[in-house]
């Protein structure tokens, strides 16, 4: 699995690890290699029905990384405000900024149009989705904006170098 919850060691040029050290760093290097973790987010204003959901993520230390890519079916529904929960918590001068998180988060109109949008901190454990509009500015994303939800639309996060309490 992709997730090395410890300290990386460190040691001087030349130095040889001994086993304690050499252990960690074949478990980190393990975790940054593995296949990535699945989770189970939460969701708040968002109905997966039969629509898929993938979300995975990888921890290396106070670092972490996450796909999560939400594909519509005919019963699925976007509210206003979409949000997933994260599979760890966020430090808190993140948490409490509201920052547009970097990464790439992807709004989808199945077959005529893709959308820049942002993942946005709610809280040390909450993101939502933006879009950005033509303006361009950040608007919320609702049922029907920034247009009307339906199967086969997705809502698609990479996000890359979180800092993790």
């Known amino acids: 699995m992709g997730v090395y919850t410890g300290t990386v060691p460190t040691f001087l040029a030349g130095e040889l690890p001994d086993a304690d050290k050499y252990t960690e ?8 290699t593995a296949a990535w973790t699945t989770w189970s987010p939460t969701l ?3 109905t997966l029905g039969n629509g898929t959901l993938t979300a ?3 921890q290396l230390g106070k670092t972490g990384d996450l796909r999560f890519d939400f594909v519509l079916g005919s019963t699925s529904a976007v509210g206003t405000n ?5 599979p760890f918590t966020l430090i808190s001068d993140i948490a409490s900024s509201g920052f547009l998180l ?3 988060a992807t709004l989808v109109d199945a ?3 893709r959308r820049p949008g942002a993942a946005q901190v709610n809280s040390s454990t909450v993101i939502s989705f933006v879009q950005i509009n033509a303006t361009p500015a950040v608007a919320s994303v609702t049922a029907t ?8 639309d997705m809502l698609l996060c990479t996000l890359s170098g979180l800092e993790i309490a």
């Open 111 to 113: 077959g005529t149009e």
């Open 44 to 46: 708040t204003n968002l």
């Open 145 to 152: 904006a920034p247009w009307t939800w339906t199967t086969g």
């Open 102 to 104: 970097p990464g790439l």
């Open 56 to 58: 995975k993520y990888r």
């Open 25 to 32: 760093i074949s478990n980190f290097m393990t975790a940054a």
């Open 82 to 86: 979409p949000q997933f929960s994260l």
